[in-house]
């Protein structure tokens, strides 16, 4: 029962490089998601999809792309790093929307950006 | 702006007592009410939910009261425990649930000492 996998855990950049974190989910949940988590800040939606081939905006978008080739994979792409990208980034699948549909999410990934 | 505020941002219970995290919101809109926990180094994961049409669920130890009129909710611990520990998040949704649509209160610590 792998759920929703993250990797790396942790990772540090300079700024200007690029990464991508990965996320994979092995429940076949249509809806997946990335969100940032900032001390003090709560998390806050980055990206989402709602299927293969189907992504959109969150509240904090800016340097950051996505893409959703199969159901299963949903990674987050740091085009060219920055110091206020530091954070920790979870990745988050559920099987729909409505109906108190629960949300999954992974273990994180942990990024600091120098 | 802030859409779901959360208080207090931390918290110290001892050991048998009630925990009591408050949450308020301001979108009408939201239909979906769903209180997290985290723990050191995880990622959050769901305790327990509650739609509008209710004013209280209770799981176990965990109750959520909800007052729709002043568009606030709650989490209560009861005989609080040590492992209870954790960091705690109230967040909402306006689509009834899902990986995508959650906005997330700021988050309280909660202390259980023993």
């Known amino acids: 029962n792998a759920g929703v996998t993250q990797t790396p855990k942790f990772q540090v950049l300079k700024t200007g490089q690029s990464m991508t974190l990965q996320c994979a989910q092995d429940?076949?949940?249509?809806?997946m998601s990335w969100y940032r988590q900032d001390p003090g800040m709560g998390l806050r939606l980055i990206h989402y999809s709602v299927g293969a081939g189907i992504t959109d905006q969150g509240e904090v978008p800016n340097g950051y792309n996505v893409s959703r080739s199969t159901t299963e994979d949903f990674p987050l792409r740091l085009l060219s790093a920055a110091p206020s990208q530091t954070s920790v980034y979870f990745c988050a699948s559920s099987l729909g929307r409505g109906g108190n549909t629960e949300a999954f999410f992974g273990q994180g990934t942990r990024l600091t950006v120098v | 702006q802030q859409q779901v505020k959360q208080s207090p941002q931390s918290l110290i219970v001892q050991k048998g007592g009630i925990s009591i995290i408050n949450c308020a919101y301001e979108n009408t809109a939201f239909d979906y009410f769903p209180w997290y926990q985290q723990f050191p180094g995880k990622g959050p994961a769901l305790l327990i939910a509650i739609r509008p049409d209710v004013s209280e669920k209770k799981e176990g130890r965990f109750t959520i009261s909800f007052n729709k009129s002043a568009k606030q909710f709650s989490l209560h611990i009861m005989d609080s425990q040590p492992g209870d520990s954790a960091t705690y998040f109230c967040?909402?949704?306006?689509?009834?649930?899902?990986?995508?649509?959650?906005?997330f209160g700021k988050g309280t610590h909660l202390i259980i000492q023993p």
């Open positions: 967040a909402a949704s306006g689509i009834g649930g899902g990986a995508d649509g959650l906005t």
């Open positions: 429940m076949n949940h249509e809806y």
